[in-house]
């Protein structure tokens, strides 16, 4: 059973910074390429970030691009988001996802995704 653990979140100023961390279980990994989406209030799922299965590559969305920054460490089945110059249309709760199916070492919006944790909050006010 897919089980992800988000945590990290909080309340930032404007200009301010997080890490959030996605502790996985109940899957193998290193095999399956991962996400970042967040969810704001009122509104739908919102692709962030993704990347490779070996970290080698990483997808941004537009808003996000240069500065937000994802990465994972496979050796301790971890993904991680940093975060930085957070305004407030960065506020959200912020979830990690992975591919349906492993290897797909591609970056394709359409590919179907398992979610398996509760979030963590991002709000970011002065």
């Known amino acids: 059973q897919v089980h992800l653990v988000e945590s990290g979140g909080g309340l930032v100023q404007p200009g301010g910074s997080l890490r959030l961390s996605c502790k996985a279980s109940?899957?193998?990994?290193?095999?399956?390429?991962m996400y970042w989406v967040r969810q704001a209030p009122g509104k739908g799922l919102d692709f962030v970030s993704s990347?490779?299965?070996?970290?080698?590559?990483?997808y941004y969305a537009d808003s996000v691009k240069g500065r937000f920054t994802i990465s994972r460490d496979n050796a301790k089945n971890t993904l991680y988001l940093q975060l930085n110059n957070l305004n407030v249309d960065d506020t959200a709760m912020y979830y990690c996802?992975?591919?349906?199916?492993?290897?797909?070492?591609?970056?394709?919006?359409?590919?179907?995704?398992?979610?398996g944790g509760q979030g963590t909050q991002v709000t970011v006010s002065s």
């Open positions: 996802a992975k591919d349906h199916d492993p290897y797909l070492n591609y970056f394709d919006n359409r590919k179907r995704r398992d979610y």
């Open positions: 990347i490779f299965t070996d970290g080698s590559h990483a």
């Open positions: 109940g899957f193998d990994f290193g095999n399956y390429y």
